[in-house]
């Protein structure tokens, strides 16, 4: 193997665990001093260059390829076209639950969307591949690209997002708003995105007979091992995912992709190692993205400003071949309160790549037009935006009245409105400017993220010199997992942070679960809990049996772990360090073991959901139309926070990307050729520092019992969630234009401002 991923994982550090401050990240030296290895810095011997050849057309078929040129090249070693590619033992266009997508491996000449692979080129350098991929010269048989909500196909989906319903209704709609004093009903549109992690999909397959080593960037160890089995035809066990570090992943790297399936082939039939690397261009296309919307919401409310109906619709697009809709509607169901409230989608078939799960998928996209509307609504009423939301805040779930595990949601609210200063907000818009004549306007919205768990385990191993040793096949994402995980392996074991070794990002540890759906660190988290008690409960045992130990006849329950010692609760004189308990039993080690599910109970008798409130100033110049944000402070409740420092992070880098959703994503599709017109990271724009504000993140207290054994909600994706209405409010609050397309572009806003 051409590197021991074990040197790899972050070693122990002291760096703020000391200091009284939170931790910083505990791989940040390695990368900053550029000793992180990532899956394409790795080159095993007689490695062979994979180049993916991607179709320049959005639909028709591929009639010719000039394989014999591209062969002739100097170095190409093979190229893989339909005709020559090898079988797989799990068909590829059935997926494999439970996150499966049909991939697209050269099964035939037929093109769905741009971008799809069509020849896969090998070759002894990266050179001779991409010049061999050149070679090929498609011909294509072309038919008109459908690229639009007028031309594509729609369709009643059977579900949406990942295994979600389609439809949720409670109480009657129709009645509420025909009951209701006032009515708004708008429609909203937002784009397509993609996910563009900094590092590119890349990986590196290595087989040694029947056994296949990955170096990949990947978010579902355990799964993608298992689906990688199936579609090679051996047996999991055989297959070893390395992915210490991955350059960001926001869902992307959560799914199986056709690229990576058809390097492996590659390897396997060349019998040698394949890396392949996708360019920035080919990831828009056979890696997902965040399926464009078309939503429509009704709202109804009493002459008090109390909601009686709220309905959200749905209509989103993904591709020709697969299913995967954004769930939009569904960001209605669990924020306010109203007696009738309906979410459904449509589907609507485009000849466009798939669109997967990208970060706070439904929930950013359906927020964003979601918190417009409630800001529309409380226009509608006369009433500030916040007292409209107080006014309809709910105390239980909406419709089926499960208890919130917890919902601070009330003191977000208040620390955020007060950190910004919202108390003075005028009520209309067109009301502020500042000293240059900019016109000045204040918008608010609600976050909320579910806090799903993911089946995960872990084991500890109590070493003989009193260290520890916490395995669990988890993903840091640059989330800061590496970090957060160890910390709470090192309190269930009463160590220093220091004295406890992690190892992570490798498959053959013990299932880490997803790290995704903001849940990593509660699922991951909750098991290595368990694993820490377990290994101390049976340290306990050794000692408290043993006549020669100070703890001798405190059974399990009378002593507790602290400072490398097992400590009795009666008597704290009496104790013993870790290492004299293993060394008079002759032990080297104990080793404890834990899985973490939800308990269904749980898991049905509560809503669980992290929550937040975001506010934010733009500024506007009135001649030119331009917007900057110039102000955000979010504040946000996820129970408790492990590492404050990290999780602020990750409510700062979630804010700016709702600055990004605001004003800046959107892939672009060119309606004659149907081929993305921005597909690199010049023209598909993404704010740049200039871009952000001062961006504040207030880490509102919340302490919930149920959630799991830790008390952890999750933080990666609910920054998003909220902020973008949040902006759009305070462009209209500015301007008196409402925008209700994403990105806000100046042309919604030009001829409306003087
Ligand atoms: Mo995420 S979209 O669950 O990585």
């Known amino acids: 193997m051409p590197h021991d991923v074990l040197s790899q994982m972050p070693r122990p550090t002291r760096f703020g665990s000391n200091d009284g401050q939170p931790p910083t990240r505990r791989d940040g030296e390695l990368k900053v001093t550029g000793r992180a290895v990532y899956a394409a810095d790795n080159h095993p011997d007689r490695m062979l260059y994979a180049v993916i050849a991607a179709s320049r057309i959005a639909r028709g078929r591929v009639v010719a390829l000039d394989v014999a040129a591209a062969k002739a090249h100097p170095g190409v070693v093979e190229v893989l076209t339909p005709d020559n590619r090898p079988a797989l033992a799990h068909d590829p266009n059935e997926k494999i639950p439970p996150f499966g997508f049909r991939i697209e491996v050269l099964q035939d000449d037929t093109v769905r969307y741009p971008g799809q692979p069509i020849a896969l080129v090998v070759a002894e350098t990266l050179e001779a591949a991409t010049e061999g991929a050149a070679l090929l010269d498609p011909r294509y048989e072309t038919l008109p690209a459908r690229t639009s909500r007028d031309d594509g196909e729609r369709f009643a989906p059977q579900a949406v997002g990942v295994g979600s319903p389609p439809r949720t209704s409670y109480g009657d709609v129709e009645a509420g708003l025909a009951e209701a004093a006032r009515v708004v009903e708008a429609d909203y549109v937002t784009p397509a995105q993609y996910h563009n992690a900094m590092e590119p999909h890349a990986v590196v397959a290595e087989w040694d007979g029947d056994r296949l080593t990955l170096d990949m960037p990947n978010q579902a160890l355990a799964l993608s091992a298992a689906s990688y089995a199936a579609y090679f035809g051996v047996p999991p066990g055989n297959v070893t995912i390395r992915s210490p570090f991955l350059g960001g992943g926001f869902g992307s790297k959560a799914i199986l992709n056709g690229p990576q399936v058809l390097a492996i082939m590659a390897a396997r039939m060349l019998d040698r190692p394949v890396k392949l690397v996708l360019t920035r261009a080919q990831m828009y296309g056979p890696v997902g993205h965040r399926g464009q919307t078309w939503q429509s919401l009704r709202l109804g409310m009493d002459g008090d400003g109390r909601l009686t109906a709220l309905h959200h619709r749905s209509l989103s697009a993904t591709s020709t071949f697969d299913d995967f809709l954004e769930p939009a509607a569904n960001a209605s169901l669990p924020l306010y309160a109203s007696p009738a409230i309906l979410a459904e989608h449509e589907g609507l078939r485009l000849d466009t790549g798939t669109p997967g799960p990208m970060r706070a998928p439904g929930e950013a996209s359906g927020s964003a037009a979601l918190e417009v509307a409630i800001d529309e609504a409380a226009e509608a009423c006369g009433m500030d935006p916040l007292a409209f939301r107080l006014l309809n805040y709910a105390e239980t779930e909406p419709g089926n009245g499960k208890p919130f ?13 007060r950190r910004f200063g919202w108390a003075d907000r005028p009520l209309e818009p067109r009301r502020m400017r500042d000293e240059t004549g900019f016109l000045v306007g204040w918008g608010m919205g609600t976050a909320v993220f579910p806090c799903p768990h993911f089946p995960a385990e872990a084991r500890a191993t109590l070493r003989a010199d009193g260290t520890a040793l916490v395995e669990t096949a988890g993903a840091d994402m640059g989330q800061g997992a590496w970090t957060a995980l160890a910390q709470i392996a090192a309190e269930s074991l009463g160590l220093d942070l220091d004295q406890v070794e992690f190892h992570s990002g490798l498959s053959t540890l013990p299932n880490g679960g997803v790290a995704g759906g903001s849940a990593h660190t509660a699922s991951a988290g909750s098991a290595i809990d368990g694993a820490g008690r377990n290994a101390i409960a049976r340290l306990a045992e050794i000692a408290t049996a043993d006549p020669a130990s100070p703890l001798f006849g405190a059974g399990n329950i ?55 409130a975001v506010f934010a100033e733009v500024k506007i110049d009135p001649s030119l139309g331009q917007m900057r944000v110039t102000r955000l402070v979010g504040a946000f409740a996820a129970g408790r926070i492990i590492n404050p420092r990290l999780a602020r992070s990750q409510y700062l880098g979630g804010m700016i990307w709702g600055v990004s959703f605001a004003l800046h994503e959107e892939a672009v ?51 998003i969630t909220g902020t973008a209405g949040a902006i759009a409010n305070a462009v209209w609050h500015a301007t008196g234009v409402r925008p209700r397309r994403f990105p806000i572009r100046i042309e919604d806003l030009i001829g409306h401002l003087r």
């Open 669 to 719: 599709t060119d309606a004659r050729t149907g081929r993305i017109m921005n597909a690199d990271l010049a023209e598909y724009r993404v704010p740049v520092n200039a871009d952000v504000p001062a961006v504040d993140a207030i880490l509102v207290p919340e302490e919930d019992p149920v959630v799991n054994v830790l008390g952890v909600k999750g933080v990666g994706e609910i920054g």
């Open 405 to 417: 595990s917890s919902k601070a949601l009330r003191a977000c609210y208040e620390d955020g409105a």
């Open 558 to 612: 009378g002593v507790e772990a602290r400072g490398g010692r097992l400590v009795r609760r009666d008597d704290e004189s009496r104790s013993e360090r870790y290492a004299d308990i293993l060394a008079r039993a002759g032990q080297s080690a104990v080793v404890g073991f834990a899985k973490a599910e939800r308990d269904p109970s749980t898991a049905s008798g509560y809503a669980m959901y992290s929550h937040g």
